[in-house]
């Protein structure tokens, strides 16, 4: 089993953080020039204190559940599930670090979507 790299606990301490709504202990994760990218939405945070506005005053923070991790250097690549009690999205998720802090995230998120059967009997459902 390979062993979990420095950088990818401090991803699993970000997945705790924002699932048991401790939005404080960010702060230790990012670097506080960090950059939070959302291409999706057309949307850059920029810095600690735009990054606290907006999680502190998210609607609801979504349960996240991760699916895999890969690493390498200064990236982490998390695949996870985002629930927000309802609306479900497979996310994506690019974390570069410096000095073993966040420096840029970028998120891509979409909700499921029924398979096309024309493809049915080449594909198995996961």
């Not at 974390?95 to 073993?100: A, I, K, S, T």
Request: hydrophobic residues 40%; charged residues 25%.
């Amino acid at each position: 089993m390979a062993e979990t790299s420095f950088n990818e606990n401090v991803v699993n301490r970000l997945i705790a953080c924002l699932n048991n709504r401790h939005v404080e202990v960010m702060d230790e994760l990012f670097h506080d020039d960090a950059v939070m990218h959302w291409p999706q939405s057309g949307e850059v945070v920029r810095g600690a204190e735009n990054r606290r506005g907006i999680y502190n005053a998210f609607p609801q923070l979504p349960t996240i559940t991760p699916r895999r991790m890969l690493s390498g250097g200064n990236l982490v690549i998390a695949e996870a599930l985002l629930d927000y009690g309802g609306p479900q999205y497979e996310t994506v998720f690019i974390f570069e670090f410096r000095d073993g802090r966040i420096a840029r995230e970028t998120a891509y998120w979409s909700e499921a979507f029924e398979a096309p059967e024309w493809r049915s009997q080449w594909v198995e459902k996961a």
